[in-house]
């Protein structure tokens, strides 16, 4: 973007969500959202928030006090947002005032990560208002102070976020690994009960295996590394699995355990075991919530699709693949 450009009235952004293979689950003592473990991410395609963000709330001659915020039609007052909002005026120079309306295309806090998506939205959104225009690292980590898995999302296809790092950085982009097909498998459209952040500061201080969890993830993340390079759905699925199962692991044993698992979720985790046992090539991963995320290749999607329904009954997904960065547009007047 030109920096010689005006500061626009309202930018509409789109952004799409950061499903970690690998996952991140505690954070260094100092800073703010910065990761004890390595992730590695793809963006989402066709799961999407879209946030519009504009300056000129003052239509009808009345002044109104301090920002707005509407989500999913619902004027809010979201203390994180609040706070990253104060964070980023701290940081540039930004209209004193906005208007910031977000809604998503997917269930909102139901493990589906609509909180990497959501402040990627805000972050690339407060963007256009920011002179010079930020690089892609600098969004990132604008993006970090928001909500850590955030950073990841402002970029497309597959992304790195490495232990004790302020920013992620683009791995492969949306095209490099064509037919590979990420099915989320909704099993409930409940919000969940409590927000990651809570569970992973939680398990941080109450797990006795939480130490062991940090030390394992450097051998998860080279079989992971391994994998993508490789486009090897087998190796990459593998490190997924030990990553997914060993976070969970440090929720069970917190004191008191969190427990966003639901029987729904068990079912697909044992079906999925039996899909390979049967020879089918798909694995799959969960994150802070219930819903259950099967990589597999697009040839035998509609396959999985029917035999998993054979196992256990009709059930809600939506198919996605490696999607794009947020795509901004801004509007001058
Ligand atoms: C991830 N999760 O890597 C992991 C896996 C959930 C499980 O990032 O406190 O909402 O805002 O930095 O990003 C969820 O945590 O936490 C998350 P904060 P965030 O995607």
Redo the contacts with the bound molecule.
């Keep these: 973007m030109a920096d010689n450009l005006p500061l626009p009235v309202r930018v509409r952004v789109t952004a799409s969500p ?1 499903l ?1 293979l690998l ?3 505690g954070k260094e003592k100092s800073g703010i ?1 910065i990761p004890a473990t390595s ?1 590695i ?1 793809v963006t989402l395609s066709g799961l999407e928030t879209v946030t519009e963000i504009s300056t000129d709330f003052n239509q009808d001659g009345k002044s109104s006090a301090g920002d707005q915020i509407i989500i999913n039609d619902e004027p809010v007052s979201d203390p994180k947002i609040e706070l990253f909002l104060r964070y980023a005026r701290d940081q540039y120079p930004l209209p004193s005032q906005l208007t910031i309306r977000s809604r998503n295309n997917f269930p909102t806090s139901a493990g589906l ?1 609509s ?2 998506s959501g402040f990627a939205a805000l972050a690339a959104g407060l963007g256009a208002y920011i002179r010079p225009a930020l690089s892609g690292i600098e969004l990132s980590a604008l993006a970090r102070a928001g ?4 950073c990841r999302a402002v970029f497309g296809g597959f992304t790195r976020w490495i232990r004790g790092s302020e920013y992620a950085v683009p791995v492969y982009d949306h095209t490099y690994w064509e037919d590979l097909r990420i099915l989320l498998i909704l099993v409930t459209r409940q919000p969940k009960s409590t927000g ?2 809570s569970a ?1 500061n939680h398990c941080s201080q109450t797990s006795p295996v939480f130490s062991s969890w940090i030390r394992e993830n450097h051998r998860h993340e080279e079989m992971m590394l391994a994998g993508l390079q490789n486009r090897d759905l087998e190796q990459l699925g593998a490190a997924m699995r030990q990553s997914y199962l060993f ?1 969970f692991s440090t929720m069970f044993t917190a004191d008191p355990p969190v427990i966003y698992w639901l029987p729904e979720s068990m079912a697909v985790i044992r079906a999925c075991e039996k899909l390979r046992r049967n020879g089918l090539n798909v694995w799959e991963t969960m ?2 919530g219930p819903q259950v995320k099967l990589l597999c290749q697009e040839s035998e999607t509609g396959r999985i699709v029917e035999e998993l329904e054979k196992e256990i009954g009709p059930f809600e997904y939506r198919l996605s693949r490696p999607g794009l960065p947020p795509a901004v547009e801004t509007c001058f007047d």
Excluded: L
């Excluded at 909500?147 to 955030?150: E, K, L, N, R």
């Design positions: 950061s970690a996952k991140y689950w959202n992730s991410a990560a909180s990497s909500s850590g898995s955030a990651s952040r992973m976070m994150d802070a």
